[in-house]
């Protein structure tokens, strides 16, 4: 299992079209995704639109990512990377 944090550096936060793009990229990976927003205890499967969104992530908010699986590491680095990249709106 890997373990890291990761911000929501993006000026709209997760919101859903961020959030489409998470579920589309977690689903590509056989790997379990799990986003958790530690401030608020709330869990996400990054596979689901809808766990994604109650985590309510705004611009500024951290969340700690575990993945697992065969695929982790390369799922893993490809989460980080988007979150980096502000979902390609910065």
């Known amino acids: 299992m890997l373990k890291g944090k990761v911000a ?4 709209l936060g997760l919101h859903a079209r961020a959030a489409a793009q998470l ?3 977690a689903s590509g990976f056989q790997s379990k995704i799990k986003l958790i927003r ?5 869990i996400a499967d ?3 639109i809808l766990n994604v969104l109650t985590l309510a992530a705004s ?5 700690e990512i575990e993945v697992e699986g065969e695929d982790e ?3 893993f680095e490809a989460v980080q990377k988007i979150f980096k990249n502000g979902f390609g709106e910065l």
Do not use: W, Y
């Open 38 to 42: 530690k401030d608020n205890s709330v």
């Open 8 to 11: 929501v550096i993006n000026r």
């Open 59 to 63: 611009k500024g908010v951290d969340l």
């Open 46 to 48: 990054a596979k689901s």
């Open 73 to 75: 590491q390369a799922a």
């Open 23 to 25: 579920v589309r990229l």
